[in-house]
């Protein structure tokens, strides 16, 4: 594939005490290495030029900590300003995956990864899976393993509450690598099957 | 019941046109009419006293516009506040319901109501349903039945977005009514009982 | 209490491979403990007698294992059944809770959970959330905490799919039968409450 | 696009009274004339020839009425049976989207939706939403707009209850024909894509 055909990944994510941050570079990493070009954007100081950036890309993968059963609500404030896009359906048929980290094994992540999918179904985007089977459901599976929480719609960590960054859980990093490559792959079938039909 | 054993129902909400606030007054009607005593808060500026009031409650019935497919911004941001009720459990055993408005008759309003839920249930608050069979469900139904849209979770109203609160249809607002005082009546139950056992 | 004040509690489950019925025995234990009237009904083999039961119980909480994101289909086939109670709102104002397992820590349990919920507030039922904070979110927590899964709509449990009933988590098992003393005190409450209105 | 680009569209749907067949019949049509190869499988009667069918589509729309709050017992039957496909993960990357029908407006359509939205996440398909801005949400809308129920995620439809397949809205049948050509579209394209990049 030329470098013209390159798909191109935005993340758009907050993170509030950087575990999130921390979970959306893995995002980035398993992109770029899946061949994307990846941007990231903190949504809680996007500039028109980054919401222009939005609007370009293949693929928006949302991010957000899950607090009280949601997405923060600097993630929300961003949505809620994404209704401009809306208006015109300026994001239809991009393709859209998300993430999420929270304190607690469960915390209620569904909801926000079950949010992120309907937000993007109100933008006329398509929802691109984990696609992985859940790790350590068996009596041999660890907490190693890849998808070790059994998250299916999107990539969710849980990071304890009283420690740093440096916490967030390898299997969760993983996990958010396996999201960016595999969102990345996708995008770059769209994106080369729209260009076969035009030709 | 003496004036002593009356339950108090607070209304925690944001409305960004105008529209859910009419709602709201619907809200705090029934509630009135059904014996509660109402206090209405809005949660945009919602003060240190407010907060109090929310915590000596017996019911809190949250409502917002749904936007991108689940509550205002400025909801979020109260409800991310509300954190700090959540560590203590502080508003534990409370009653919870719910309301919400948008342009489209669905327009992802479950999406909104289903939060709600999820945030009480974070609060360890018991959810109040709607208690409504759906109105216009039947070729002899029309759209001023109660319940006209078909809610379960809440009260789901639709207004026309190229209109002002005058436009809330007065099925919805009959809903809202109902919705109030079936909360009333429900947290005079749990007050009357707690008062009971405690005897 | 007097005995006549007692609430019956119902569960309402079905078990595929025998795990859930063991998170179904816990609710039952501790809603026995908390003094309520305990009946437990396998739904897919629910007889005329036990609807009956269900009609008069105070409370009814209904578990399932998830399955391929939501509730097992023989639970399904029960919920649909109960379109007969829906009609005239027979269960309408009784508490409603709700429980499930499925092998990955996740899993979607949280689908299950909030569809339980959403067939409850159908029925005009008060959905009774845990009541529990997150175990297992710090970095002093651990496996054995209650409420292990971080769950708050209702019970979640994980048992490996490749073990029996025996390996249920004691976790899980004591989140359970909090559960059931939960819903057993809201419903003593709610009916005290009834009874001490109508006098 | 030669034949063998065409791609491959396979219905799996139940329907209780006739209403959601008329809906699947709709989505059949939108998909053919978009250019699709239409395959429609009434999921109660599943054969293993279909299963087989279900397994070589590029694409899978899932169809049921929304009952008691999801899908009918029938479809969840199938759903639950589709596990022996998800442990291999054989319907991974498949294009997937949906309908439902019900007697109300809402009627908790959006619960069916997002159902079929997780269990399409569990197989590791990609959710393709409906694509349509809302119609009627505006003074000047009308009850034939296409979308008039709005709804994101997929096709929902609204039949009386006390009417037989004949009174399926004419809007809620251009809002399906409009699923299956938009579904059949982006198939096309990610077949095409798959083609090119394998090249």
Do not use: C
């Not at 048929?93 to 909801?111: M, R």
């Not at 490559?181 to 770059?188: C, E, F, G, L, T």
């Amino acid at each position: 594939m030329s470098h013209s055909g390159r798909p191109t990944l935005a993340i758009a994510f907050h993170s509030g005490y950087g575990h999130t941050a921390v979970i959306a570079e893995a995002v980035a990493r398993g992109a770029a290495e899946a061949g994307a070009e990846v941007i990231s954007i903190s949504v809680d100081t996007i500039t028109d030029e980054q919401w222009a950036q939005l609007d370009a890309a293949d693929a928006i993968i949302f991010g957000a900590p899950t607090y009280m059963g949601t997405a923060s609500a600097a993630f929300h404030t961003f949505a809620q300003a994404s209704t401009k896009r809306w208006y015109p359906q300026a994001w239809a048929d991009k393709l859209a995956a998300g993430f999420t980290n929270s304190g607690a094994k469960n915390g209620d992540k569904s909801s926000t990864l079950g949010y992120f999918a309907t937000m993007a179904a109100q933008h006329g985007m398509h929802w691109i899976s984990l696609g992985l089977q859940p790790g350590w459901a068996s009596t041999t599976g660890s907490e190693d393993d890849i998808n070790r929480l059994g998250f299916f719609m999107g990539a969710g960590a849980q990071s304890p509450t009283d420690a740093g960054p440096e916490a967030v859980h390898k299997s969760d990093i993983a996990t958010a690598e396996h999201l960016g490559a595999r969102v990345a792959r996708q995008a770059a079938i769209f994106r080369a099957g729209r260009t076969a039909l035009a030709a």
